[in-house]
């Protein structure tokens, strides 16, 4: 069967770019071997952020008294915050399948696992697919830790570990970054004891320490357990319960173990030799700035790329550059955009353009300012100042090379600056704004204002 474009996987890109290139005529398939919607729909955005709304609620009750609201026999109901999570999940996979359906017969989609027999040639079950374009969107599964016995212990990812309907009594978590973070402080506020276990020194390894240390002390005040620097020598079931080893001897004992220790490319199962297709030594998809892969006629889109950016966003963003470079509108490519960023945890850490640990090991001149987020009049008005901000600006243009906020609503906030950075445009611009008050935005411009250069 022929088709102008076949697309593996119905990923944040896969879709946008499937239902859009038949508007515009061409003849479409789209294989999935699992569900629709990807990471995102399935085992990332949609399912976390509905159970962190829950712990989110959880704990604005629990310290309801701060602002003199006095609450009693506080309850979870953890089986009816799964239900509402998976409910919300059928929602967006349903969503999914009807954008799929709507766009017409021209478009078609295939269930099955995909394979390369040859250039620009698939199998999905033992139908044979010839394509004139191929666009791979098969996104990463969780990493397995190279640790001595996890084969042996009944270790979760993110996604099992949603599913379950009764409340882990203790959970260990391996890996301190994005995912880490978000699972540790949801179960704690369900009610969990929680232990994290990471080899970096650092929460969010890749952050400015500053940056990390402030979620540190937010965890810890919260009653999580941080062991940093610790590699971990083996894992071990006894007694119906996981214990570990660090390799200092530490010792720990949990009843559920949760691995969030990074992620990998869905690439083993596609045959890419086939097709002629290079892999790096991750076994992610090589692409150069325009998506275009080592196979004439063939790209790769979403987290398949990686090692980063990860994000949702990206690959929604992904679609719409490589459509334009297909359509011939536009030659963009992936580095020409800005990619912000946000871990939900609360406060949520949220960061936009370098570090300063990057600018330093790259030598780049810049000037910085930080302030505490109990700083802004509005975080002390709703009782929730936990946090700071820090901006770095170029000197002698005054545009941002990078910003970073831990606070409420960061993920709101950090987007003050995302089209200013695309721009090129002084932070002069947010200097000479009126800001209504009070309002979290507003710190972010006293935050620039605190740059000499700017200060009243």
Same mark, same amino acid.
């Given at each position: ?28 398939? &789209? ?10 729909? $399935? @085992? !990332?955005?949609? %399912? =976390?952020?509905?159970? #962190? ?71 999905? &079950? ?10 791979? $969107? @098969? !996104?990463?599964? %969780? =990493?397995?830790?190279? #640790? ?85 020598? !083996? ?6 319960? #996981? ?214």
């Amino acid at each position: 069967m022929k088709y102008d474009v076949f697309i593996i996987g119905t990923g944040q890109a896969g879709v946008p770019l499937a239902t859009r290139l038949v508007k515009v005529g061409k003849k479409v398939a &789209i294989a999935e071997s699992g569900y629709l919607g990807g990471t995102c729909v $399935n @085992t !990332g955005c949609t %399912p =976390t952020k509905t159970m #962190i709304a829950s712990a989110k609620a959880m704990d604005v009750v629990r310290n309801a008294s701060r602002l003199g609201v006095r609450v009693s026999n506080l309850h979870i109901d953890f089986p009816y915050v799964v239900k509402r999570k998976n409910e919300i999940v059928r929602q967006w996979r349903e969503s999914v399948r009807e954008k799929i359906e709507d766009a017409g017969e021209n478009l078609s989609l295939i269930k099955g696992e995909a394979r390369f027999v040859g250039p620009k040639e698939i199998e999905v &079950i033992e139908n044979r697919y010839k394509a004139d374009i191929v666009i791979i $969107n @098969t !996104g990463t599964r %969780p =990493t397995i830790p190279p #640790i001595r016995g996890i084969e042996s212990v009944p270790w979760h990812y993110n996604d099992t570990i949603m599913q379950l309907e009764e409340l882990p009594s203790r959970l260990l978590i391996i890996g301190g970054g994005y995912i880490g973070c978000e699972f540790a402080q949801m179960f704690r506020r369900f009610g969990s004891e929680v232990t994290i276990i990471e080899m970096a020194n650092h929460l969010l390894a890749t952050e400015d320490s500053d940056i990390s240390e402030t979620v540190e002390q937010v965890f810890r005040n919260e009653g999580i357990e941080l062991n940093l620097g610790k590699k971990i020598s !083996g894992v071990a079931q006894k007694n119906g319960n #996981i214990h570990m080893e660090l390799e200092d001897g530490i010792r720990l004992e949990g009843s559920h173990l949760l691995c969030a220790a990074g992620r990998t490319p869905n690439t083993d199962k596609l045959n890419c030799e086939a097709a002629g297709i290079e892999l790096d030594e991750r076994g992610y998809i090589v692409a150069d700035n325009f998506y275009r892969t080592s196979a004439d006629g063939v790209y790769a889109v979403g987290d398949v790329l990686g090692p980063f950016p990860q994000f949702t966003h990206s690959s929604w963003d992904d679609h719409r550059l490589l459509f334009d470079l297909l359509m011939n509108k536009g030659n963009r490519g992936r580095s020409d955009r800005v990619i912000p960023f946000t871990v939900f945890t609360d406060p949520q850490v949220a960061r936009v353009g370098k570090t300063q640990k990057e600018l330093d090991k790259e030598g780049i001149q810049y000037e910085i300012a930080t302030m505490p987020f109990e700083n802004v009049a509005r975080a002390i008005e709703i009782d929730e100042p936990e946090g700071m901000m820090k901006v770095l600006i170029q000197p002698e243009s005054e545009e941002l090379l990078g910003a970073a906020i831990v606070g409420a609503e960061a993920g709101e906030l950090i987007h003050i600056f995302v089209p200013l950075m695309y721009a090129h445009v002084s932070m002069r611009a947010i200097v000479e704004s009126e800001f209504v008050h009070p309002t979290f935005a507003e710190g972010v411009q006293s935050l620039v204002m605190r740059l000499p250069r700017y200060s009243l």
